[in-house]
């Protein structure tokens, strides 16, 4: 069954992912270009996608994985092959319970959720304006209230672009 998807702003790109194998899927990650009718390309296969997110004008996409990496591709005529995110910061977790993700209008930045014990918070990665080598931040949360508890669901950015919104449950 299908897990997760997302549409550009313009509604012209998609992306959908399929769940794990284990969970009766296949583990297949497509993303779709709008010319008259959908055109599907599979770029992804055999892991266990937990979200998918695609920026507004359509030219990048990202997915993360329960147990696995964040993966991202950029589009350039055709999309290219989906590559492990490049982090230079040190210490960011290459794998954990990547449970949601959400990227900015450019592409330059991106929000991840991870629930992993060891390592569990909102990962915020930008890629400083261009490239493809990204440098994180934890999210810190405002400790003059109660923090939610939960498993982050969403998130999505703001329409003015100066935030994001993200859901517990």
């Known amino acids: 069954y299908w897990i997760s998807a ?4 313009t509604g012209t790109s998609t992306i959908a992912a ?3 194998i284990t969970a009766g899927g296949n583990g297949n990650l497509y993303v779709g270009t709008l010319s008259g009718t959908y055109s599907w390309t599979q770029l992804g296969s055999s892991l266990d996608w937990t979200s998918v997110a695609i920026s507004a004008s359509g030219t990048t996409i990202v997915g993360c994985v329960n147990g696995g990496a964040i993966h991202i591709s950029t589009y350039s005529g055709s999309w290219s092959s989906l590559n492990t995110l490049n982090v230079s910061t040190g210490g960011f977790p290459s ?3 990547w449970t949601s993700i959400a990227i900015s209008n450019d592409g330059g930045e991106i929000l991840a959720g991870s629930n992993t ?3 569990s918070g ?6 400083g304006g261009s490239g493809t080598t990204f440098t994180y931040t934890l999210a810190t949360v405002d ?5 939610p508890t ?7 950015q703001t329409t003015q672009g100066r935030g994001y919104k993200m859901a517990l449950v």
């Open 6 to 9: 997302s549409i550009s702003s």
């Open 18 to 20: 399929v769940s794990s």
């Open 95 to 97: 794998t954990a319970n």
């Open 117 to 119: 014990a060891s390592n």
């Open 122 to 127: 909102v990962y915020v990665l930008n890629n």
């Open 143 to 147: 400790t003059s209230f109660t923090a």
């Open 150 to 156: 939960g498993t982050l669901v969403t998130m999505s």
